[in-house]
């Protein structure tokens, strides 16, 4: 029976990573499509949404013979792709899950379009509905005690050190940073908790993309998109 019940549980998880799989590359194919152009400057995001916005970019550079320039930062982009790992109705962004949102944030900062591309389970009315790991911080390693008691002083809810294991430790990001996840009790005003954040000591940067984020693609398993701005 057990061994049944596995194959069946196995068998659904299956069914519906394919189904996110394929929402992710709608999303991804079609945002490449609508705003890659000849001659433009484009940064590129990280996650596994961004690999099928890479892979079409190489499509379409190789079939029409595109001139791009692709970089992970910059000071001049014309558009930047990047996924997330929730999307509410105003556009605000909760990224990092992977641990790269300073980067990703200076790089959606440095262009004149952020374009976001998700599976549709992101797209949310209200930041998080689905995504229950909350917003990634990334903080001074030294700092990040007070900056736990800070944030769960100011704004509530629990701020949790991001751990590799628990045998290896505290994740460490490309900036030799460490990562808070801040589980929120409720939504709020997005801007004001960002700048909120942002003002505790030892914080470098949120995982919270407010007024960033021009369009979002949501991908659906049927391959359909949803576009939204
Ligand atoms: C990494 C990110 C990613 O863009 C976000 O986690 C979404 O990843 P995926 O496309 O794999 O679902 O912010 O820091």
Request: proline letters at 3%; charged letters at 25%; a positive charge.
């Given at each position: ?27 991804a194919i079609a945002a490449v499509n609508n705003h890659i152009k000849d001659q433009q400057i484009v940064g590129i ?5 961004v690999?099928?916005a890479v892979q079409r970019i190489v499509e379409r550079v190789?079939a029409e013979?595109l001139k791009l320039i692709c ?6 982009l014309d558009v930047a792709i ?29 262009a004149k379009e952020?374009i976001?591309i ?97 369009k979002?693609y ?12």
């Amino acid at each position: 029976l057990f061994q049944r019940l596995f194959i069946f549980v196995k068998n659904i998880s299956v069914k519906d990573m394919s189904g996110i799989d394929a929402g992710k590359k709608a999303a991804a194919i079609a945002a490449v499509n609508n705003h890659i152009k000849d001659q433009q400057i484009v940064g590129i995001g990280s996650g596994t949404t961004v690999v099928s916005a890479v892979q079409r970019i190489v499509e379409r550079v190789k079939a029409e013979n595109l001139k791009l320039i692709c970089i992970p930062t910059s000071f001049q982009l014309d558009v930047a792709i990047d996924g997330a790992d929730e999307v509410d109705s105003n556009l605000v962004c909760i990224k990092g899950g992977g641990g790269c949102l300073t980067q990703e944030k200076i790089v959606a900062s440095c262009a004149k379009e952020f374009i976001v591309i998700a599976d549709e389970r992101k797209d949310v009315a209200a930041l998080g509905t689905t995504w229950k790991k909350g917003v990634p911080l990334e903080v001074v390693d030294l700092a990040y005690r007070p900056v736990q008691i800070h944030i769960e002083r100011l704004l509530g809810g629990s701020a949790k050190l991001r751990l590799a294991t628990q045998k290896m430790g505290p994740v460490v990001t490309d900036n030799g940073n460490f990562i808070i996840d801040w589980v929120f009790d409720r939504p709020g005003d997005w801007n004001q908790i960002n700048t909120t954040l942002k003002m505790i000591p030892g914080v470098v940067e949120t995982g919270l993309f407010v007024n960033m984020a021009k369009k979002a693609y949501f991908g659906k398993a049927d391959g359909s998109v949803q576009v939204r701005e």
